[in-house]
Structures are given as structure tokens and as C-alpha cells.
């Protein structure tokens, strides 16, 4: 399965932006998707993850109610849609596709996008 991650950009603090990731080779309706970001001289970290079967989404900490995973079926594309944007976001992100259980572990997944950069500054 191949992954193109798109939709990162420039955004104020307090701004939002919603991130793409388009797969092909292979549906996401069985899959798990996840977000990941990786800030310079930071360890790559899990952000969200949808569970293929239930749908049921998952967070770390720091952006739970400011960020929501999103997926739709019919176009085979997964979304993380990031409000309330702080420069504590900023990041290169990416999404990657796996199986078994939904999980913001960077190793649980074998297929990657190639990363967005998300800048926040004013």
C-alpha cells in the first residue's frame, strides 16, 4: 500500500488545518490508520489512530479535544483535522497504515507516507 499525506502548511497559533492521506494498493477499510508527528531533535510520536473494524479513534494527551482522525471509505483517504494549533505542533507529519490493533507505537505500523510539514508561528 502506498500513502500520499498532503494539506500541511504555515498556520497561526489558534489556526487550523486538516491533513490528507490517500492510499492506493490497498483499502482502509481493514486497516488501522495512524498519525504521527516528528519535531527536530524529538522522537517521532504517535498523535491518533482510527481502529479499521469499530472506528473507535485514539489520542495522545496533548491533543485530545484539539484534534480528530477521520477516515472515509468510499474515497480510501484518512484526515487529521488539527484546530486550536500551537507551536508546540509543529512538525513534520505522517501517516502510516497497519493491522492488528489500533496503537500510537510508531513500530506497529509497516506502511508509511512520506510526511507534511505543519508549521505554527505567527
Known amino acids: 500500500v502506498q500513502l500520499q499525506a498532503s494539506g500541511g502548511g504555515l498556520v497561526q497559533p489558534g489556526g487550523s488545518l486538516r491533513l490528507s492521506c490517500v492510499a492506493s494498493?490497498?483499502?482502509?477499510?481493514?486497516?488501522?490508520v495512524g498519525w504521527f508527528r516528528e519535531a527536530p531533535g524529538r522522537r517521532r510520536e504517535g498523535v491518533a489512530c482510527?481502529?479499521?473494524?469499530?472506528?473507535?479513534?485514539y489520542y495522545t494527551d496533548s491533543v485530545k479535544g484539539r484534534f480528530a482522525i477521520s477516515r472515509d471509505i468510499a474515497v480510501n483517504t484518512a484526515y487529521l483535522q488539527m484546530n486550536v494549533l500551537n507551536d508546540e505542533d509543529t512538525a513534520v507529519y505522517y501517516c502510516?497504515?497497519?493491522?492488528?490493533?489500533?496503537?500510537?507505537?510508531?513500530?506497529?505500523?509497516?506502511?508509511w507516507g512520506q510526511g507534511t510539514q505543519v508549521t505554527v508561528s505567527s
Open positions: 494498493g490497498d483499502t482502509l477499510d481493514y486497516l488501522n
Open positions: 482510527i481502529n479499521s473494524v469499530h472506528g473507535n479513534t
Open positions: 502510516a497504515v497497519g493491522s492488528g490493533s489500533c496503537s500510537l507505537l510508531p513500530s506497529r505500523y509497516r506502511h
